[in-house]
């Protein structure tokens, strides 16, 4: 706002100046406390209790290939309509505690307590909001994993490479376990990102002595959560479907990346997405299911707490945040 | 979701059944804590930190006359496609903390200690919401009053009516002063809620002595705070644009009310704009603004945290939320 404006605005009423800076206290009384709120959020699906616990988020600068059909200049606009910074990206994670049917269960895990360190506290949040949310790791009964990326399972593990559940068991969907652990599969896949997407699955999985259960599409794997194929982000990836009573929740996973660029655009290819065509087909029949249905939506790199609803929107969609509750 | 559509969605790999409801854990370890984040939130402008403290958000069924000019169908039409429940509304409250210029700064204070009880804990959450921040309300230097609604002023009292800011100058704007406390304004004012409006401004003030400092628009009123005309909802309404190098946010105050409504029907009129014309002039004015300016913009009644941009949507506009930063 221009000072010409600013003073438009605020009118005529421009009188003789008060003693507005009168105060009895010295500044150093002032000093304020920096911390930001815990980044977790609690609502309930019907009587199961949902808790959001971010792991923080990752800014980066924009690479030219992030979506691989469009270029810099339309990722920008995007950005801009957005009213985000040009030229780079901030994508935040989000796993979830459930309580449900007398389960604790965790659906995804953030990158691990040793992405905190190397991100200088960005990324990696996740034990400290979890213990602000009160959520006792050592009591979680399951870990549902929607895919094999590392944003979702390097959590599985500490710092020092130990399970980071050791009363858990850990659910994978069997599709993507196949393929992620078959030589084979390995030994083909390209060079760089996809083959370090290999060897990091195979690190986390051996500490955990590949102890692992894995489950199918079309089955509730813990009480209301039903796992849903929504494959080409990864050969295996899973949405799931919240239920209780009349009340239910999409948990899209990587359905979309953050919804600013993908939501808005769905056939825009993110670079993690490793079938593209397929991605985009399945997520245009999700948010078309979402907005047919009116059905909330949680997503894992939404901005948090990243639950909504759907709208379309010319050739798109746009999330509808849900209102923050205050007292649950 | 529809059974069908379920496994449509869910595709045809569904083999054999595995064991996926095994644990190890009674289930007597899986209660769950039940607690809300604290709902505060840290952000900066510049220099300045910016806390928002949520008093809680209040939930009451639609009045027929809540929107003077539109009738049930249509605000609950507009409800609908905000995804929010019919008949009923959720109005949060958002005072603002501000540690600038070595200053402690209230914007507003909430409904009271008070309301908590009252509420059953839906309202007065900003004590403990404050608390968990970490702000000191003894500390706080400046209490500075947008306009003379209980919502906004009757946090200025503790339960037990002694000041609850006992060492902060209180500013309040001139214009919203000298109507209120005028004996002749007071006595000329509509029975009912107006009435009530004069009472419970004198129930405050008089607690206090009448002890305010009355500043003026067009005036920075703390460091960096700017106090901006923006009368309609009430005669001395103001608004603030809070600076700090190049990055500003404008303090709307009560120039919408809930966005879901007024945000997207500016020509609407919440039963509490005291001067509905002048209020409707002023909100597109400024609307309109923050379109023009991209200006971030920070709603007391905005779902928490209350911040975000404005675009031009039709014959109204849109609040495209700032996206949460779990670390400031």
Known sequence: MELSRRQALAGAAMTAALPLFQ?????ADAVAPQ????SYYRYKV?????????DGAATFPLADNFVLNANRDQVNAA??????????LTIPFGPLVLNTGGKTVLIDTGSGAAAFTKSKGAVGQFGA???AAGVDLSKIDM???????GDHVGGLLTADNKPAFPNAEILVPEVEWKFFMDDGEMSRAPAGRMQAVF????RVFDALGRKVTPYQWGKDVAPGLLAVETIGHTPGHTSFVLSSGNDKVFIQSDVTNTPDLFVRNPGWHVSYDQIPDVAEATRRKVYDMLVA?????????????GVGNIEKDGSGYRVVPVAWNPSI
Chains 1, 2 share one sequence.
């Open 46 to 54: 019907g009587d199961i209790l949902v808790t959001v616990v971010s």
């Open 199 to 202: 060897k990091e699955n195979r």
């Open 293 to 305: 249905e009116r059905l909330k939506v949680q997503g894992y790199h939404y901005p948090f707490p």
């Open 129 to 131: 909001n979890s213990a």
């Open 35 to 38: 911390h930001q709120v815990a």
């Open 143 to 149: 870990v549902v994993i929607s895919h094999f990326h």
């Open 79 to 88: 950005l801009d309509k957005a009213f985000r910074p040009k030229d780079q």
């Open 23 to 27: 105060s009895n206290h010295a500044s």
